[in-house]
């Protein structure tokens, strides 16, 4: 997946400037079937935006503890299982394709087009179309959730 990523900063005088223009070479996997790019990535709340640092270059999982995450993610037909929760709150875009998300028996189809805001549910991404599905993710530091007085833990 090639994804050009266009990142904003200051000169010494203040000018706005663009600092980065590149196809992204932050690209990694962590399963058959689904391409990551890394696109930024911040730490803390307010967001600093000061600072010469490549973002992408800081992550180091899914979400960041007291942080963002800013990835796109290619699913290939037929991706490997990943039944997953994460302490955060995921901000998704559906950008081409067709996916399933099953959470708990429950499925829901999402295409191109649809938003998706998961809230630290259990949930795994399957592709049963022919075709790969494309999807823009905001990943926000959240607390775990608790039901029933029991934490329900990240895992996957």
Same mark, same amino acid.
């Given at each position: 997946?090639?994804?050009?990523? /266009?990142?904003?900063?200051?000169?010494?005088?203040?000018?706005?400037?663009?600092?980065?223009?590149?196809? +992204?070479?932050?690209?990694? +996997?962590? *399963?058959?079937?689904?391409?990551? &790019?890394?696109?930024? +990535?911040? #730490?803390? $709340?307010?967001?600093?935006?000061?600072?010469?640092? !490549?973002? #992408?270059?800081?992550?180091?999982? &899914?979400?960041? !503890?007291?942080?963002?995450? $800013?990835?796109?993610?290619?699913?290939?037909?037929?991706?490997?299982?990943?039944?997953?929760?994460?302490? +955060?709150?995921?901000?998704?875009?559906? %950008?081409?394709?067709?996916?399933?998300?099953?959470?708990?028996?429950?499925?829901?189809? %999402?295409? #191109?087009?649809?938003?998706?805001?998961?809230?630290?549910?259990?949930?795994?991404?399957?592709? *049963?179309?022919?075709?790969?599905?494309?999807?823009?993710? /905001?990943?926000?530091?959240?607390?775990?959730?608790?039901?029933?007085?029991?934490? %329900?833990? #990240? *895992?996957?």
């Amino acid at each position: 997946m090639k994804m050009r990523r /266009v990142v904003t900063a200051h000169d010494g005088d203040g000018k706005a400037v663009v600092a980065i223009d590149e196809i +992204s070479r932050d690209v990694v +996997s962590f *399963r058959p079937g689904a391409t990551i &790019t890394n696109v930024w +990535s911040t #730490a803390g $709340f307010p967001v600093d935006n000061a600072g010469a640092a !490549d973002g #992408a270059k800081e992550i180091t999982g &899914t979400t960041r !503890d007291g942080g963002t995450v $800013f990835r796109v993610i290619e699913y290939a037909p037929g991706v490997a299982p990943r039944n997953h929760r994460t302490n +955060s709150i995921d901000y998704a875009v559906v %950008l081409s394709g067709e996916i399933d998300m099953e959470m708990d028996g429950t499925v829901v189809t %999402l295409r #191109a087009g649809d938003v998706l805001v998961q809230r630290g549910t259990i949930h795994d991404w399957i592709n *049963r179309s022919d075709k790969p599905c494309v999807i823009a993710f /905001v990943l926000i530091d959240a607390r775990p959730v608790e039901h029933g007085g029991k934490m %329900l833990a #990240a *895992r996957g």
